[in-house]
């Protein structure tokens, strides 16, 4: 399965200077609000040093990690709901996304251009979290107040339809008070039903803290008691540039022990439930994302829908003992190599193989 993490945030607060770093794609990154009018799109590996750990045992033709697809969407500003600047061409984009990751200004640069055209060193993270907040609430507004009709038209000529109606004016009124979707008290039916109402403020949140080089690994202001991930887009550009080894030597100078795309992604995973599961042979070592709470047959599903339709069993081995017993055959001989069948819930880490039959 694929992750899609939106990057959103005002202008100028180093969206684009980050997304270039952590696709190493060139987005344009200048100091002028709208420099990124089309949404840049990058798809990047998903850093996990367990991949070449397994390589190191199974000797693949390949290595082939998870990817995370960001999606570099231009600055909104104040109004952004209205048309103002080309908000509503890039809140559309954002409705395309799994999470948002909002990138928050930490750093102080007196050259930096504001959205308002001011210039300055003053930083006020909050207010400009508040600032995006509600235009993204503003803009579910307006999409409710659009389908309400439509919903109870449909609601009075189908009763099964009066939940979705009941739900979404629920909605209406909770976000009318300046409230994130996400945040309303609803039952797991009632959170499945606002999928089809394309809510941006029931997407998953994570703030990123774009920080000065110097704040790096501190704790940084938290927003709206949601604690950001400090990162510098500065240093993530220099990073970019490195090979690995020199990369892997410049953090531990700086004394972070990873990048901030692996943080980032990380915290993605965690945020949206997702977890990894490995296959391991000599064609290849391969990480595949699935949600946390899978069985078997589900992950199955993610390599081919014929996997899952035709599943019989799963071959299962723990990450660690594949590790320590030197393999798979290290782990058939040491009992290790488990045979689960469809009610297996996949843990993070696993190595499988599937049996299945079509």
Same mark, same amino acid.
């Given at each position: 399965?694929s992750?899609?993490?939106?990057?959103?945030?005002?202008?100028?607060?180093?969206?684009?200077?980050?997304?270039?770093?952590l696709?190493?794609?060139?987005?344009?990154?200048?100091?002028?609000?709208?420099?990124?009018?089309? /949404?840049?799109?990058?798809?990047?590996? +998903?850093?996990?040093a367990r991949?070449?750990?397994?390589?190191?045992?199974?000797?693949p033709? #390949?290595?082939? !990690?998870?990817? %995370?697809?960001?999606?570099?969407?231009?600055?909104?500003?104040?109004?952004?709901?209205?048309?103002e600047?080309l908000?509503?061409?890039?809140l559309a984009n954002? #409705?395309?996304t799994?999470?948002?990751c909002? +990138?928050?200004?930490?750093?102080?640069?007196p050259?930096v251009m504001?959205?308002?055209?001011?210039?300055?060193? $003053? +930083?006020?993270?909050?207010?400009d979290?508040d600032?995006?907040m509600?235009?993204?609430?503003?803009?579910?507004?307006?999409?409710?107040?659009?389908?309400? !009709?439509?919903?109870?038209?449909?609601?009075? #000529?189908?009763k099964?339809?009066a939940?979705?109606?009941?739900?979404?004016?629920?909605?209406?009124?909770?976000?009318?008070?300046g409230? #994130?979707?996400?945040?309303?008290?609803?039952?797991?039916?009632e959170?499945?039903?606002?999928?089809?109402?394309?809510?941006?403020?029931?997407?998953?949140?994570?703030? %990123?803290?774009?920080?000065?080089?110097?704040?790096?690994?501190?704790?940084?202001? /938290?927003?709206?008691?949601?604690? /950001?991930?400090?990162?510098?887009?500065?240093?993530?550009?220099?990073?970019?540039?490195?090979e690995?080894?020199?990369a892997?030597?410049?953090?531990s100078?700086?004394g972070l022990?990873?990048?901030g795309?692996?943080?980032?992604?990380?915290?993605a995973?965690?945020?949206?439930?997702?977890?990894?599961?490995?296959?391991?042979?000599?064609?290849? +070592?391969?990480?595949?994302?699935?949600?946390?709470?899978?069985?078997? !047959?589900?992950?199955a599903?993610?390599?081919?829908?014929d $996997?899952?339709r035709? $599943?019989?069993?799963?071959?299962?081995?723990?990450?660690?003992?594949?590790?320590?017993?030197?393999?798979e055959?290290?782990c058939?001989?040491?009992?290790?190599l488990?045979m689960?069948?469809k009610?297996?819930?996949?843990q993070?880490?696993?190595v499988m193989?599937f049996? $299945?039959?079509?």
């Open positions: 399965m992750l899609s993490i939106g990057i959103v945030g005002l202008p100028n607060v180093g969206k684009s200077t980050l997304f270039t770093a696709t190493r794609k060139g987005g344009l990154a200048a100091n002028y609000p709208f420099a990124t009018i089309d /949404p840049n799109v990058g798809v990047v590996d +998903v850093p996990d991949l070449q750990q397994l390589a190191e045992i199974a000797h033709g #390949r290595i082939v !990690p998870a990817t %995370v697809e960001f999606v570099d969407i231009a600055g909104l500003v104040k109004g952004a709901n209205e048309g600047g908000g509503n061409q890039f954002i #409705r395309e799994d999470a948002i909002e +990138v928050v200004r930490y750093f102080t640069d050259n504001r959205e308002t055209g001011r210039v300055g060193a $003053f +930083v006020d993270p909050s207010a979290a600032t995006i509600t235009e993204l609430i503003l803009a579910d507004i307006q999409t409710l107040e659009k389908q309400l !009709p439509k919903l109870e038209k449909e609601a009075k #000529r189908d099964e339809q939940g979705k109606f009941d739900v979404a004016k629920r909605l209406l009124a909770w976000l009318n008070e409230n #994130r979707a996400a945040t309303m008290d609803m039952t797991d039916d959170r499945a039903i606002t999928k089809g109402l394309f809510l941006l403020t029931m997407k998953p949140l994570l703030y %990123v803290a774009n920080v000065d080089e110097d704040a790096l690994g501190a704790e940084v202001e /938290p927003i709206d008691g949601e604690q /950001p991930i400090p990162i510098c887009a500065k240093v993530e550009a220099e990073l970019s540039e490195l690995p080894e020199e892997a030597e410049y953090l100078d700086i022990e990873r990048s795309l692996e943080t980032l992604a990380q915290a995973y965690k945020l949206l439930g997702l977890q990894s599961y490995f296959t391991a042979g000599e064609m290849e +070592v391969k990480a595949w994302t699935i949600p946390v709470g899978a069985k078997a !047959p589900q992950a599903g993610v390599i081919h829908s $996997f899952e035709g $599943f019989i069993k799963a071959e299962v081995a723990s990450f660690d003992d594949y590790i320590e017993l030197g393999g055959a290290g058939k001989a040491a009992g290790k488990r689960e069948g009610d297996y819930v996949v993070d880490g696993d193989h049996r $299945f039959n079509v």
